[in-house]
Each structure stands twice: as structure tokens, then as C-alpha cells.
């Protein structure tokens, strides 16, 4: 028995030392076969959870087949011993040994052979497995796997962008602290909110698409205004832009619009040049010029001088050709005043702001240097270039004075001309590509006083212009900035106070000008201006109105002279009739336009408006009403109430 | 504005004749409208005489320019051709010369014309006659003096000067402060 035990032992320890081996041997298989296919691993998928399952469970499972079959063997020898061998537990290693044994027993010398058969078979299984996950499921998890990357690498420009950003932050701070030069490090540690100009912008858009689509997009909490306020707003961070600019631009056009035209005034329009007809022909100077290199085509079908400019290799200010007076760089929109007042030979004309020459030329190339132009420059180191250019081009039939255009009319007398271009003065809202400052620097001050000088001038131009001119007795007012108040209401003064009607200008395209905006009413035949716009038209901004005197001298100050008048009808009808003094108008919503200054909004005048107003029937009063007059009649009807508790008091 | 006086309308002919020779009857007597010569501010104008009438209310002192600024009186009380005058001449000119469009370039920068730059060069010029000087595309570029006549240009070596510069198109870039 001891000797059949001892015989036991020893085979079993051989058994064992077998059994170890050939474990070691399927472990060695294994761990192959784990270093061969790591994807493997990953590539598990649920077609292998039959016979696949995580260590701890195979263990458990294994351990309950065993409880139920102690004896199992089968189930231990193919797959279970390479398994079960590497997390025994000392207190199970007996039995698992004594199941090896066993096992080891039935077949000692195959058990090798199982052993790497089963290997075999478990290679072949897990390399089918990776076939499969190659083909179906390793693709989802490339993607996966990229897209992870891309979260990682977005995460970590985030973060960098953030870095730089409170670096910035920091980097302004210290320089608006650096007169100081006593840096307080903790005061840096908080960085003013920098705004991030690509997430402004696309907010301008969003807020924009959502104010198009009002209807549909609005979160219905939010007021329209909210969306104007904060699409205001963000204008303002993104171009720089001050409140009052950006009021006017929302105020002319609607939210996607505005923005348009804001993105279009930041780009400078396409350099034009206009050939100089008294000297060459267009089609030779394209020539000559494209000899030299330039890329031009003629500017449109609405010019028959004007030459559009791609690319040039050679400074274009500078070529013999432009020396010699060939052509005139000078933008498209300086062409149309011009062309709209079409002045004719043997003719006086008068240019009230002439410099630096580009539309006195032009007009002298149209009258074929017959007849008379007084170039006028009110300041004298402008007149030079004036000089410069009308000799250049070969101009003879100008006469250059340095006069304050209010002037004009008493040096020259009145009904001297027959007709006069007024390119006025103006906050050069139209071009602010230009001059940048604008954007930032206008203010309603800067505005009305523009609106002033306007206004005389083109008083004086009129009154320059003798009505019983047989070719002529017009006038053409234009300017490069798009507020209505420069425009529109100049001209609606003017049509008060002089015996001028609007006439078409006879320029094909163009927007019309305004009959009417925000609260201001003009006169009607103001459709027949011009107004020209960067985004539409590629111009800069502008406005063109052409007068045609009717009659010499000023309209009396009072409204009765203006019934008279066929052309000041409509407007008469517009005044109500009753108005003994055209300068205020009790049209609610109409601004009073007086020389000195008008103001839209909050003072006396509104009052008193609203007053008259209320006098009227209740139908008109409504129709008529708007925004502020509504607002201003209801404070003042506030007051009287809030007056009349007060002495009911008393 | 005033006429000028016989002496300066003599300095005024007698540079003219330089350049137009016999032409400068067509200068003065035109066929089309009668022309005159004004003197403001030192500076002598040609023009038409309904354009000098028209102008007669605007002061003195406003007046800037008008008509075409021909030259002008130096202090020193001689008189000087401006480039103003350069179609006039160009129009009446006795004697052209023409540059090679490499040159033309140099000319307006202010460089005296090089035997090298010389296109083309009418007969008979004389050495010290004034010239007008167009490119090859017959543009009047300015006008000079002669420095050599037409036969001494033949055998020149191309560094040598042809003519003398006085004014020429470039100006109006160059010295624009100073047309008036």
C-alpha cells in the first residue's frame, strides 16, 4: 500500500511536473497568442460570448461544473487546465492538481499534444475572430478610435487657445498698467473677458438667420429687441463700430442686409479709371495700358470711359500714359453725378466743391472744353491738386477760385450758371473703407452739422442756377454718404425753400432714394434720387439727386406760397394744409427741418406736435402715429394727468 | 489778372518762337475764337478771351488758376515755360524728337534726353532750338533744348546728351504744389 502509494506519489509529482509543463506550454501558446493579436482582445465581440467570458465568471463557471462533475475531465483537458493554472488559489490547488493528475493520467504522453492542439484550435478560433472584427467591427472602432483622437487634439487646442487668450489678457493689462510700472500680480490674475471675434461673428450670423426667420427660429421668450440689442452688440465688438453708426445702418436696412453692407464697407471697391476723352479714346488706352502689363475691362455697359482694373504690375499713377493726362483714377461712384447732370457745350457750369478735379475734368471732357466751368475749392492747399489735374488732363475751359461755396452766389451773382454740381461735404458714411474712422468717430453732432452746411450749399447752388436757362437750369446734389439725412432731407429742404422740382437723373441703375425713414417723411418725387450701395452695386456709397429749377428766386416763408407751387403740392398735401410755417411741420413723426440743426426725437417740439395732433380726428392721429411721437404724446398725457392730480390735491 | 505789358509779351513771344517758330501767328490770331494772354500772380494763362470775362468777379485774391498756365515771370523778371504749356507747343511745334520707350521713362523723371533714348529726330534741327519730345506713340512728353543738331546726333556715342531737359509731364506728380 505505501509502496503503491509512494508509486502514487511519485507519478503524480512526474504527473505533475508533466502536468506543469505542458500548462506552462499552453500558457507560453497563450501568451503568444495574447502578444500576437492584441487587437484581438478588442476584436471580442458578442458572436464569441458563448465560450468567451471574462476570467473571474470562466473561473466560477468552471469551478460549478466541476462541483456538479467532479470527475469531468474533458471539459478540464481541451480548454479548462491552460485557463484554471493561472489564478489557483492554494487552498483549490490540490484538487485542481489532483483533477490534472487525472486528466494527466488518462493520456500522458498526448497531453503535450492536447495541450498544443487545443492551443491550435484556440488560435485558429481568435484568428477567425480577428477576421471577423477586421471586417465589421475593428471599422467602427477605427472611426471610434479617430474620432477620439480628434476630441483629444480639439480639447487640447481649447485649452491652448484658452491659455493664449488669458495670456493676451494679461499682456493688455500689464500694458494698460504700464504707466503704473507697479505690476501687482495678483490684480493680472483676473484677465478682462477678451471676446473671441470668430465666435462674435458667428453669432452676427446666427442672430441674423434668426431675425430673417423671425417666426420660425425666435426663442419665443426673447423679444425681437433682445436679438436687435445683441446683434448691435456684437457688431459693435466685431468691426468696431459705435452705437449710433450701427442704429443708422440697422435703421436704413434690414438685419441681413446691414451686416452686408458692414462686410462691404470693410473692402476697398476695385480700382477704375476713367479715360480722358479729350485726350485719347478708350479702346487705346486699354491697349496702351495692357502693353504695360494691367489687367483691365471696361467698367459696364452704363460707362463709356471707364476702365475696371484687375491687377496691375506698374504703379498706375505713374505711367507715361497717366502723366500725359491719358486717364484719371477716380472711383466709379464720382463718375455718376456727372453723367447724371450731362452738362452741354457752350454751357456754364459751376462745381461748388471741385477737388481734386476727377469730376470737374470729367464734366470739362463732356462739354469738349467749350463753355465755362468755375471749379471752386473752399480750401487752398486742395486747389493745387485741382490745378495739378485740370492742366494734366488738358482742362481749358475752367476757371479755379478759392471761395467758401455760400459765397458763390454773390461773387458770381445769381442766375450765372446753367447748371451746377454740388458734390457736397458730407461724414463720408458711404465710404468707410477709406477713412475707417468713421466707423468709430461719427456722432448725430458730426451729422447734423454736415446736415447745416449741406443745406446752405445747396440753397446757394440753386440759387446759382438761372431758371430760364434754354439748355440747362439744373442742378445735381450728390454725396458719398448714405444717411437720409444728408441726402433725402437736404433735398426735401431745398424743395421748402426754393421753386426746384426732382427730376430723373437718367442713371440706369441704382436704388431709389427714400420717400420715407424711421419718422422722417420726404417728398415723394424723392424716388426719382439715386442711391448706391457697396454691396449692391460695388460702388461706394452714394447719392445722386437732380434738380430742375422751375422758377428764380426763394419761396416766401410761408405755407401758403407753397400751394402756389405745383411741385410743393404733394408736400402741401403732406403739411395738412393749416401750417402757417412750413419749418414745423404738425405732421406727428415729421422732424423739424430748420437750418440750425433738426432733432428727431425728445425735444418741445414733439410736444407741441402731439398736442395739435390730439386735436384732430382719432383716425388720422392713428394712422400717423409712430414709435417716438407715440411715446412722446403718452409721457405728456402722463404729465398733465400726474399735473392734474396735483392740483385736484391742492 | 491783367494784360501783359509789351515787355513781358516780348519775353513771352520770344520763348514761344523758340519752339513754334513762325506758328505762333496760328497761336495768336486762332481762326476758331480769339485767344489772349493774362498775367496772374507772376503767372502768364492763355485763353479764351469770353473765359477771361466770365472770370472777371471772382477776386484776386480767390482766383487760383484758369484758362491754360502757360509759364511764369520769375523773380529775377524773366520768363520760364512751365509744362503747362506743352500742347500748345506740341500742337505748333517746329522741331520733334521722339523717344525709345526705354528712355521715356528716364525723360520723366526729369533726366536730360541720351543719344542711347533717341528714336526719332526731325531734319534740319538745330543745335539750342527748342524741342518738343513725344514717345513713340506720338504722347508729347515735355519739352527741351537742343544740345546738338540733327547731323552732330549721328555720330554721337548713345551716353552723350541730345537735349537739354526743361519740363515734362512728370512734373504734375513731382511738383504738384508749385503748378500754381
Known amino acids: 500500500m505505501a509502496k503503491g502509494e509512494q508509486a502514487r506519489a511519485k507519478k503524480r509529482k512526474t504527473a505533475r511536473g508533466d502536468g506543469k509543463l505542458a500548462s506552462e506550454a499552453s500558457r507560453h501558446v497563450l501568451r503568444k497568442a495574447k502578444a500576437g493579436g492584441l487587437g484581438k482582445v478588442a476584436g471580442f465581440t458578442d458572436s464569441n460570448a458563448s465560450w468567451l467570458k471574462p476570467k473571474s465568471k470562466r473561473h466560477k463557471a468552471a469551478e460549478a461544473a466541476q462541483v456538479a462533475r467532479p470527475d469531468s475531465d474533458d471539459s478540464m483537458g481541451t480548454s479548462g487546465d491552460d485557463f484554471g493554472s493561472e489564478e489557483v488559489s492554494s487552498a483549490e490547488e490540490g484538487e485542481q492538481c489532483k483533477n490534472l493528475l487525472e486528466s494527466e493520467e488518462e493520456g500522458d504522453g498526448s497531453s503535450d499534444i492536447a495541450g498544443s492542439r487545443s492551443d491550435g484550435a484556440e488560435s485558429i478560433d481568435s484568428e477567425a475572430d480577428l477576421e471577423e472584427g477586421s471586417s465589421g467591427s475593428e471599422a467602427e472602432l477605427e472611426i471610434e478610435k479617430k474620432s477620439r483622437l480628434v476630441e483629444k487634439q480639439r480639447a487640447r487646442d481649447k485649452m491652448h487657445a484658452e491659455a493664449e487668450i488669458k495670456d493676451m489678457a494679461l499682456q493688455w493689462q500689464r500694458e494698460a498698467e504700464g504707466q503704473d510700472d507697479e505690476l501687482d500680480d495678483t490684480s493680472m490674475i483676473i484677465p478682462q473677458a477678451v471676446p473671441d471675434l470668430t465666435e462674435v461673428k458667428t453669432r452676427i450670423a446666427e442672430i441674423v438667420n434668426v431675425l430673417e426667420n423671425f417666426k420660425t427660429l425666435r426663442n419665443p421668450a426673447m423679444p425681437r429687441a433682445a436679438y436687435v440689442d445683441s446683434l448691435k452688440h456684437n457688431v459693435k465688438t466685431y468691426y468696431g463700430y459705435n452705437g449710433f453708426m450701427v442704429d443708422c445702418i440697422l435703421g436704413l436696412f434690414g438685419p441681413a442686409e446691414a451686416v452686408e453692407f458692414i462686410e462691404s464697407s470693410e473692402v476697398a471697391r476695385p480700382v477704375t479709371l476713367r479715360t480722358n476723352t479729350l485726350k485719347t479714346r478708350r479702346r487705346e488706352l486699354a491697349a496702351a495700358l495692357i502693353n504695360r502689363g494691367v489687367n483691365l475691362d471696361p467698367i459696364g455697359k452704363w460707362s463709356k470711359v471707364g476702365l475696371v482694373v484687375y491687377e496691375a504690375q506698374i504703379p498706375l499713377g505713374a505711367t507715361p500714359e497717366y502723366m500725359a493726362g491719358h486717364y484719371m483714377l477716380q472711383g466709379a461712384s464720382s463718375f455718376l453725378p456727372c453723367m447724371a447732370l450731362s452738362p452741354q457745350a457752350h454751357e456754364t457750369v459751376v462745381d461748388m466743391a471741385a477737388a481734386p478735379g476727377g469730376k470737374t475734368t470729367y464734366l470739362a471732357a463732356l462739354m469738349r472744353n467749350s463753355g465755362i466751368i468755375f471749379a471752386n475749392e473752399m480750401k487752398n492747399e486742395r486747389t493745387k491738386s485741382l490745378v495739378a489735374n485740370c492742366q494734366r488732363m488738358g482742362v481749358t475751359n475752367a476757371v479755379i477760385s478759392c471761395y467758401d461755396g455760400r459765397q458763390l452766389t454773390k461773387v458770381l451773382g445769381p442766375k450765372h450758371a446753367d447748371r451746377v454740381l454740388l458734390d457736397a461735404p458730407c461724414s463720408g458714411t458711404g465710404v468707410i473703407h477709406k477713412d475707417p474712422s468713421v466707423k468709430s468717430s461719427k456722432t448725430t453732432n458730426d451729422i447734423w452739422n454736415c446736415v447745416n452746411v449741406q443745406k446752405q450749399l445747396l440753397l446757394a447752388a440753386i440759387d446759382l442756377v438761372d431758371a430760364a436757362s434754354k439748355t440747362g437750369g439744373y442742378i445735381v446734389y450728390s454725396t458719398c454718404s448714405i444717411m437720409p439725412e444728408e441726402n433725402e432731407l437736404v433735398i426735401t429742404y431745398a424743395l421748402r425753400k426754393r421753386f426746384v422740382k426732382v427730376v430723373s437723373s437718367g442713371l440706369e441703375f441704382g436704388r431709389e432714394g427714400f420717400a420715407r425713414y424711421r419718422d422722417f417723411r420726404f417728398h415723394p418725387s424723392l424716388k426719382l434720387a439715386r442711391r448706391y450701395y457697396p454691396h449692391a452695386h460695388n460702388l461706394d456709397g452714394f447719392f445722386v439727386c437732380k434738380l430742375k429749377k422751375l422758377s428764380n428766386g426763394a419761396k416766401p416763408p410761408t405755407g401758403e406760397a407753397n400751394d402756389g407751387d405745383e411741385t410743393a403740392k404733394a408736400d402741401a398735401a403732406l403739411q395738412t394744409g393749416e401750417d402757417a410755417n412750413p419749418v414745423s411741420v404738425p405732421l406727428p413723426g415729421k422732424p423739424r427741418a430748420e437750418s440750425n440743426g433738426v432733432r428727431r426725437d425728445g425735444d418741445d417740439g414733439e410736444g407741441a406736435d402731439g398736442r395739435r395732433a390730439e386735436q384732430k380726428g382719432e383716425k388720422k392721429k392713428k394712422k400717423r402715429e409712430r414709435g417716438i411721437v407715440k411715446k412722446a404724446r403718452e409721457e405728456l398725457m402722463e404729465e398733465m394727468r400726474k399735473l392734474k392730480a396735483t392740483d385736484d390735491a391742492r | ?180
Open chain 2, 1 to 180: 489778372m491783367r494784360p501783359l505789358t509789351e515787355e513781358e509779351a516780348k519775353m513771352v513771344f520770344e520763348k514761344l518762337y523758340k519752339y513754334v517758330g513762325k506758328n505762333l501767328k496760328a497761336l495768336v490770331e486762332r481762326s476758331d475764337e480769339a485767344h489772349c494772354f493774362r498775367l496772374h500772380k507772376n503767372r502768364v494763362y492763355y485763353m479764351r478771351e469770353s473765359l477771361f470775362r466770365k472770370a472777371a468777379p471772382i477776386a484776386r485774391d480767390n482766383l487760383v488758376a484758369l484758362g491754360t498756365g502757360i509759364g511764369k515771370i520769375t523773380h529775377g523778371g524773366k520768363f520760364h515755360l512751365t509744362v503747362g504749356a506743352l500742347e500748345l507747343l506740341a500742337q505748333h511745334a517746329k522741331h520733334k524728337i521722339w523717344l525709345k520707350p526705354s528712355s521715356e521713362l528716364q525723360f520723366l523723371y526729369g533726366n536730360n534726353v541720351l543719344k542711347a533714348g533717341l528714336g526719332r529726330i526731325t531734319d534740319n534741327t538745330a543745335a539750342y532750338s527748342g524741342v518738343v519730345i513725344f514717345n513713340m506713340a506720338d504722347v508729347p512728353l515735355g519739352f527741351g533744348v537742343m544740345a546738338r543738331s540733327t547731323i552732330e546726333c549721328k555720330t554721337l556715342d548713345p551716353t552723350a546728351v541730345v537735349a537739354f531737359h526743361q519740363a515734362d509731364v512728370g512734373e504734375y506728380l513731382r511738383s504738384e504744389e508749385t503748378m500754381s
